[in-house]
């Protein structure tokens, strides 16, 4: 079983909808959540991070954390073309130091 | 400089050759590490340094040797590489906190072809 697993997409959606992405994991003691984005020839960036149940706000997006469900979801409103990327879902395993796992990620596709 | 430089960006050997990657961090964390991104597969975590000293190797081959001199520096040596073995290698820092949500900032990555 993996770590961390991503619907590999392509997600598409039109212009200025909601881009909805998810991730489960599998370890229940995993401590807090990241979502990255990779655009195509470059490294992750950080997106937004979490560790709390429930959701986070952070401009157009928000995260949203159930640990009982072991999910973690993306939502991007308003989407624009500039948001086509890989989304990265990464897992804090680490106790004494970090340890991420990463899942696959989700491309997505704005359409303008 | 700022955040996490990679050099070279982008490098391609044969087999029997050696060479280094190297990643700098300009952001004052303890902690680096390296992944490996293939095509179509997570990112795989093969090093981790917290404090210059290594403290996780995820059971990756012995032609991948690390290097960490201190805190700001980072390598990986490379030898008798085979080509599954090319791949984008993505340095990454962190400040390893009491607390459990340190991001990690990456660098650009270096490019690996193995011929």
């Known amino acids: 079983q993996k770590e961390v697993e991503q619907n590999s997409g392509p997600l598409s959606v039109p212009e200025g909808a909601i881009a909805s992405l998810n991730c489960t994991y599998s370890d229940r003691g995993s401590q807090s959540f990241f979502w990255y984005r990779q655009y195509s020839g470059k490294s992750p960036e950080l997106i937004m991070f979490?560790?709390?149940?429930g959701d986070k706000e952070d401009g157009r997006f928000t995260a949203q954390l159930n640990k009982a469900s072991q999910y973690v979801s993306l939502l991007i409103r308003d989407s624009q073309p500039s948001d086509s990327a890989t989304y990265l879902c990464?897992?804090?395993?680490?106790?004494?130091?970090?340890?991420?796992?990463f899942g696959s990620g989700t491309k997505l596709n704005v359409k303008p | 400089e700022t955040g996490v430089t990679q050099t070279p960006r982008h490098l391609v050997m044969g087999m029997t050759n050696k060479k280094s990657l190297k990643c700098e961090q300009h952001l004052g964390h303890n902690a680096m590490y390296w992944y490996k991104q293939s095509a179509k597969k997570p990112l795989e975590l093969m090093f981790v340094y917290s404090l210059e000293e290594r403290v996780e190797n995820n059971s990756v081959p012995s032609r991948f040797s690390p290097e960490c001199p201190n805190s700001s520096h980072l390598f990986l040596h490379l030898h008798t590489l085979q080509p599954e073995d090319s791949a984008l290698y993505l340095c990454?820092?962190?400040?390893?906190?009491?607390?459990?949500?340190?991001?990690?900032?990456f660098g650009p990555g270096t490019r690996l072809t193995v011929l």
């Open positions: 990454a820092s962190s400040q390893e906190t009491s607390g459990d949500y340190n991001e990690q900032f």
């Open positions: 979490i560790y709390s149940n």
């Open positions: 990464a897992v804090n395993k680490g106790y004494n130091f970090n340890k991420f796992y």
